[in-house]
């Protein structure tokens, strides 16, 4: 019972968001998927290796469509930070031509849309080894809701951290393709 009340709050406030915003998010949908599958999994007493399953399945999806997205007109990396609404695109173009670095900084966001991908393949990565390291206990106990919440915790320092710290370097690296 306790599973069932912990996956109504994100299940009904993921359902009323896209009512009321009448618009699809991808990484807003992956999470609501993500949580309906980890209450299944606990509800239908699965084995836990569907749960490291699902946990490195989330983080793969997101890099694999940021990966993808550099085969599109628009990369990722590009759409993000190459925003109108944040910089002064036009100002950047033409600063970008004055000093000839526009075919650099194409590759510098080119490259950075594969080392963005590449967190979210540490992530996966991660997410599974954390997953079949901590839940042991079999799904639907209370020792299953708890190695969750420890899950989650380890998750923090462990994948979280290290992964913002590693987007930080990418924009990192972007400023400094453009301050040159």
Do not use: H
Request: a positive charge; aromatic letters at 14%; hydrophobic letters at 55%.
């Amino acid at each position: 019972m306790a599973l069932v009340v912990a996956l109504l709050f994100p299940v009904v406030y993921g359902g009323m968001d896209l009512i009321r915003n009448k618009k699809f998010n991808f990484i807003a949908a992956l999470g609501f998927i993500s949580v309906l599958l980890t209450g299944g999994i606990g509800l239908l007493e699965l084995d836990t290796r569907w749960l490291a399953l699902k946990e490195a399945l989330i983080p793969g999806l997101i890099g694999l469509a940021v990966l993808g997205s550099t085969f599109t007109r628009y990369p990722f990396m590009q759409k993000m930070i190459l925003n109108d609404t944040v910089l002064n695109l036009e100002l950047i173009t033409e600063r970008l031509q004055e000093r000839g670095k526009t075919q650099a900084f194409d590759r510098c966001l080119m490259s950075s849309n594969y080392l963005f991908a590449s967190t979210f393949a540490f992530s996966s990565a991660m997410n599974y080894f954390l997953a079949t390291w901590i839940v042991t206990s079999p799904a639907g106990t209370a020792a299953f809701n708890e190695e969750l919440g420890k899950l989650t915790l380890y998750s923090y320092p462990i994948i979280a951290i290290p992964s913002m710290l590693m987007m930080m370097g990418i924009f990192y690296y972007v400023w400094r393709q453009f301050a040159a």
